[in-house]
């Protein structure tokens, strides 16, 4: 005869949750092999040969290579992943002010030293107005200090 079998008669709910933390810990395994991995091709301070050997070791006897390169090297893993993670948010910072300025100062910069050079006397208040009314409509930089319009003005 053939009887009926009801899986969740048949596996228990202590067996459920053993093999979801087997499952689990065999993930968890998995991320530490690739986090040394990376750590390994990441360290500048190790030569080509050093970096060949844990690969190798880390490759042909995995948990042992693992743990070992973890308790030798594992302490300095977490400063290399944070180093490398300031640079690439000083990168990323750098990239952003640098496109964000689009290589030109701002119309409010450029109104603060129009205003300075008015202020000296460089240029007259006709002058100070049509070199502003360029930079609020964005068709140009503000003149030069020292520099003479086209009216020959100074």
């Known amino acids: ?14 067996s459920v949750f053993w093999s979801m933390f087997l499952f689990f810990l065999w ?3 998995f991320v530490l092999l690739f986090r040394v991995v990376v750590d390994i091709f990441r360290d500048d301070a190790m030569s080509g040969w050093a970096k060949a050997g844990w690969l190798v070791f880390t490759i042909v006897l995995p ?19 944070a180093r490398q993670a300031r640079a690439q948010q000083e990168e990323f910072n750098t990239y952003i002010r640098q496109t964000a300025a689009g290589g030109r100062s701002s119309s409010v910069d450029e ?11 460089d240029i007259t208040d006709e002058e100070f107005r049509r070199a502003k009314d360029l ?18 003005h100074r």
Do not use: C
Request: proline fraction near 5%.
């Open 135 to 152: 930079v609020l409509t964005g068709h140009g930089p503000a003149e030069p200090a020292g520099s003479t319009s086209a009216t020959g």
């Open 1 to 14: 005869m053939s009887a009926q079998t009801y899986l969740a008669y048949d596996y228990p709910l202590l």
């Open 27 to 29: 993930i968890m395994w």
């Open 63 to 81: 948990f042992l290579g693992v743990f070992v390169y973890v308790i030798a090297r594992g302490k300095n893993m977490g400063h290399r992943e």
């Open 111 to 121: 109104l603060a030293k129009l205003s300075e050079i008015r202020a000296r006397g």
